[in-house]
């Protein structure tokens, strides 16, 4: 329990609800006119898939060996190589998808 009363609760509630709201507010008329924002904000909309997916997939691609002849040559680093060398050439999911799993598998089970 709390010594505090239900409305001193509330109040306190409604404040930081305004302060965050207000916040939020003073981004998009720092950025000039509420309706020019949505286009800028819009341009950086799009980079964030990329961003989430860099953010995800590098720290499980990229790890660090006790020699550098082993990092460089570690299978998921070469297949996400060879994934990101598809993506930007063909810009299809599932090529990039595919090209990525069979690089792995073939350096997993064949080469290595």
Not at 42 to 48: A, D, K, P, Y
Not at 55 to 78: G, N, S, W
Not at 91 to 100: C, L, N, P, V, Y
Request: glycine share 6%.
């Amino acid at each position: 329990m709390t010594e505090y009363g239900p409305a001193a609760i509330w109040a306190v509630i409604v404040l930081i609800a305004a302060a965050t709201y207000g916040f939020r507010l003073s981004f998009l008329y720092a950025l000039g006119e509420a309706e020019s924002s949505e286009l800028r904000g819009e341009r950086f909309l799009r980079l964030v898939p990329s961003a989430v997916l860099a953010a995800l997939a590098v720290p499980a691609i990229v790890t660090i060996q006790p020699t550098v002849f082993e990092t460089l040559t570690d299978e998921r680093l070469l297949a996400g190589i060879v994934a990101t060398a598809v993506a930007w050439r063909t810009e299809d999911m599932f090529a990039t998808i595919a090209a990525g799993m069979l690089t792995l598998w073939a350096f997993r089970f064949v080469v290595f």
